[in-house]
């Protein structure tokens, strides 16, 4: 059997989650779920980075010991999660003592390989993003990345090593140009190890909020350098050798695109320098915008998740299947890698034309149909090959662009189909053989249909489980369809004759006029 290991990054528990958040991690929960479904043995984690001086200050603020803070932050994002329908397989926090561990025996590794030197740290210093920046980089004293104001810093400092690794990095993109995606993130990398790399600073001796340095008191470890091997300590780095050599290296490290330089060449570099396996794959996605501003706290302009799941239950009047509104559109809306505007108006548009008439109304027209003329089971029919030929070519579409992350072409492949199944049932138009008393076509177009359905709550289930569970139970079927396998399922033609479907209330309502 196979196996898959994604992670997201780990969040800076500042603050509660955005729409930001939500989508890495919602992504990944949608790869982790259809891996599952391809049979592989899923570890898929996410988690949240405690040791930040903005963690500490945001404690400071509420009047909390930092870690009574993070300990209740941590519990809020895992509640969110949970509520996003977020299956994760574990949730890491650094300030456990387990990672922490894990962290001391990595750094005493380097130590004792010479890869790490003490030395004196000048420069400045974002505090937001917790980077160190050159003076030739800096203007205004303003953080490159962030805009925001920088501070100067002098320290002793840890140094690790980082420039020995630009060769072997080097050789390492270029054997494969698919390590780090989108092209354009490869590229900026590429770019930044054909300029050379500088020894990074990786500890702090005028800060305590962190991991001690095992060999200097004095310090704690760099948060990000922490935090980075959070995704070996999942994998149960060093001491559970059958996990570890399972799992490691992970197929996919998702990650927002600001943070793609931590993850494609600085944690490749400490592993390198650690002897361990690189990871397979870095993708940076793209940036959510509202009106074209990023989303920030100090902008005012944060868009909660909670809160978008909430107002869709004017639809819906159901957090379950609004939160798969939610999950959907940010999926399909956004090709992921590019950035994307948040915008009302386009989620009211997926929801009224794809859901609400695509899917749903496909299956409120069908199951009354079969209720009429065959009391509610499904009839027996033969498969209609040309429908069966589009359903298969369909699934090794989806399953084509899930293994490259390409989430809205996967569902464009989908909502092609459905747009097939409902042309189809225009075509067959069941209600006229019926009049006709034509019952042989009759069973076989709801036959087809049923089968159709089936084969769109497989598809779909990844990305909307509430919705595929309530079709699958509509359609008769027994068991969670998030577990059944697609490679067993998904052949043309298998919906069981003389099953009982389940009529049930329109999940996507739409106001205006229902087709026949
Ligand atoms: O950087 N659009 O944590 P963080 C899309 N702790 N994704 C967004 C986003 C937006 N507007 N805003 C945030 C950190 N994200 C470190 C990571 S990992 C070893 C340590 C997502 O809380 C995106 O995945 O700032 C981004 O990389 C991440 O949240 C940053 O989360």
Redesign the pocket.
């Known amino acids: 059997m196979g196996k898959f290991y994604i992670t997201?990054?780990?969040?800076?528990v500042n603050d509660e989650p955005?729409?930001?958040?939500a989508?890495?991690t919602i992504a990944a929960d949608v790869m982790a779920r259809y891996k599952r479904s391809r049979g592989l043995r899923v570890l898929f984690s996410t988690g949240t980075?405690e040791h930040?001086q903005k963690v500490r200050q945001a404690a400071e603020k509420r009047g909390l010991p930092p870690q009574d803070y993070v300990d209740q932050l941590a519990e809020s994002w895992k509640r969110v999660f949970s509520f996003l329908e977020i299956e994760f397989d574990d949730f890491i926090r650094t300030s456990e003592p387990r990672h922490k561990k894990v962290v001391q025996e990595f750094v005493s590794r380097l130590f004792s390989s010479g890869d790490i030197y003490k030395g004196y740290y000048e420069g400045w210093y974002c505090f937001w993003?917790?980077a160190f920046f050159p003076e030739s980089e800096v203007q205004d004293r303003k953080c490159p990345d962030c805009l925001r104001e920088l501070q100067w810093m002098r320290e002793e400092n840890y140094f690790f090593r980082l420039s020995r690794f630009t060769q072997p990095l080097l050789e390492h993109f270029l054997a494969n140009p698919k390590f780090v995606e989108p092209e354009i993130r490869y590229n900026e990398m590429l770019n930044i190890l054909k300029a050379g790399l500088k020894d990074i600073s990786i500890s702090r001796s005028t800060i305590t909020w962190g991991v001690p340095i095992p060999f200097d008191s004095g310090h704690v470890v760099y948060v990000?350098v922490d935090?980075?091997i959070?995704?070996i300590t999942v994998a149960g780095w060093p001491d559970d050798q059958e996990k570890f050599s399972l799992f490691w290296p992970a197929d996919v490290h998702?990650?927002?695109?600001?943070?793609n330089r931590?993850?494609s060449i600085i944690w490749p570099a400490m592993l390198l320098a650690a002897g361990l396996p690189l990871p397979r794959k870095v993708f940076a996605?793209?940036?959510?915008?509202k009106e074209g501003q990023?989303?920030s706290k100090s902008l005012g302009n944060v868009i909660d998740p909670l809160k978008v799941v909430q107002d869709l239950n004017r639809y819906t009047q159901n957090d379950r299947v609004s939160v798969d509104v939610f999950r959907y559109f940010i999926l399909r809306e956004v090709p992921f890698g590019a950035d994307g505007d948040f915008k009302d108006a386009s989620l009211e548009l997926r929801y009224s034309a794809d859901l609400a008439n695509d899917l749903g109304n496909l299956l409120n027209r069908s199951l009354p149909l079969v209720e009429n003329h065959f009391q509610g089971t499904v009839p027996p029919g033969s498969a209609d090959p040309n429908l069966g030929e589009e359903a298969e070519k369909t699934v090794s579409l989806v399953e084509g662009y899930m293994d490259n992350l390409s989430f809205s072409d996967a569902l464009n492949s989908i909502w092609g189909f459905l747009g097939r199944l409902n042309k189809y049932l225009d075509e067959k138009a069941p209600w006229r053989l019926a009049k006709e008393g034509k019952t042989g076509e009759l069973e076989d177009s709801l036959f087809n249909i049923l089968e159709g359905l089936r084969f769109s709550s497989l598809l779909i289930s990844p990305f909307m489980p509430t919705t595929a569970q309530i079709f699958w139970e509509s359609l008769g079927m027994e068991g969670q369809v998030k577990n059944a396998i697609w490679d067993r399922e998904l052949v043309w033609g298998r919906i069981p004759p003389g099953q009982r479907v389940r009529k049930k209330p329109p999940i996507f309502p739409r106001p205006g006029k229902e087709r026949p």
């Open positions: 997201t990054p780990i969040y800076y955005h729409i930001g958040h989508y890495t980075d930040a993003d917790e990000w935090a980075l959070n995704y998702l990650v927002g695109k600001e943070i931590f993850h996605h793209g940036f959510w915008t990023k989303i």
